[in-house]
């Protein structure tokens, strides 16, 4: 999920996350977990033996952490690949629990929450942001690499004759890719700065409110001990900022998930979470059902060619 700040990436995530079962991967939590765990290598909270009992996810989470705080502590910025590094150790962590449930599951001495399913998928709420993130981490997931030369005729062109021109790369061919959906959530200024300067909470009953879409009651005791929320992280005050500098890689962005024929565009000025929700369920289910019609393709494909083979084999 990708779009401005406040454009309700987040909620979105989440929602899709409970319809389908899918895990929410949110980068810079993932980030404040691995320099969390770095730190407790450094500081001697967590131990070697600890650390090699570890999975490969929080092993590679702990490597991450450990490269992003050095980073971190001599002024510098979290470098783009810590960042799809992050992502992928989350991806991974998903399919080791997804694995250690069915060992479980297999297990008729084990006790398995009947509650408890596998994961069937992830979402990532916060991440990229920009082309060069989304190149780095197609890469980890695919091995697509779009910046590498691929060798062609024309690399070893004659310089005796006149060489045929070159012909145009055929934009018109689908690039595969580790990602199946790309749900882009549009948001022009007005709608961001609304959705986040409207928000207020209650300190003694702990409720969020917001005055345009979950006013607080007509109460006037409850107004005046209404507070507006703060993350010291995310402050008010650079919102307009990080507008801006997202604007600056939208196209970018959305030109790169453009070659996977992944990119789908959601506008939510105009609508509430639960109909932006409709609008996201409808390409996402859509999605399902067409590769659900791809499989059964395919296994129908399978099976003609391996009774054609039989018959074959038969004669």
Request: charged share 25%; aromatic share 6%; with cysteine.
């Amino acid at each position: 999920l990708c779009g401005r700040s406040f454009s309700g990436k987040s909620e979105q995530a989440w929602r899709l996350a409970d319809r389908y079962a899918l895990k929410v991967l949110s980068a810079e939590a993932l980030l404040s977990e691995a320099i969390e765990k770095a730190a407790g290598i450094q500081y001697g909270r967590i131990t070697q033996q600890q650390f090699e009992r570890g999975t490969w996810s929080s092993k590679e989470l702990t490597r991450l952490g450990q490269k992003a705080l050095s980073k971190l502590n001599r002024g510098g910025e979290v470098d783009d690949d810590v960042y799809a590094g992050l992502v992928i150790a989350g991806i991974h962590r998903i399919k080791e629990a997804n694995d250690l449930l069915a060992e479980r599951q297999a297990d008729p001495d084990a006790s398995v929450d009947s509650q408890h399913i596998a994961s069937q998928g992830w979402v990532v709420e916060d991440f990229p942001g920009t082309a060069a993130q989304a190149a780095l981490f197609e890469k980890l997931l695919s091995g697509y690499d779009g910046a590498a030369h691929v060798a062609t005729r024309w690399d070893r062109a004659s310089e005796l004759a006149e060489p045929r021109a070159k012909p145009p790369r055929d934009t018109s061919k689908l690039v595969p890719s580790g990602i199946d959906l790309v749900l882009y959530v549009e948001a022009d200024q007005d709608a961001v700065l609304r959705r986040n300067l409207g928000r207020r909470t209650d300190p003694e009953t702990d409720t969020a409110y917001h005055l345009d879409t979950n006013r607080p009651p007509y109460d006037v005791v409850c107004k005046e001990r209404l507070l507006v929320p703060t993350n010291p992280s995310n402050p008010s005050f650079h919102l307009s900022f990080q507008v801006a500098a997202h604007d600056v890689a939208a196209d970018e962005l959305k030109q790169f998930f453009g070659q996977f024929g992944t990119l789908h565009l959601v506008n939510s000025n105009n609508l509430t979470a639960e109909g932006l929700f409709a609008a996201v369920n409808s390409i996402v289910h859509h999605q399902i059902d067409k590769r659900v019609q791809d499989e059964t393709t395919a296994a129908a494909a399978d099976a003609e060619a391996a009774e054609a083979a039989a018959a074959v084999a038969d004669e």
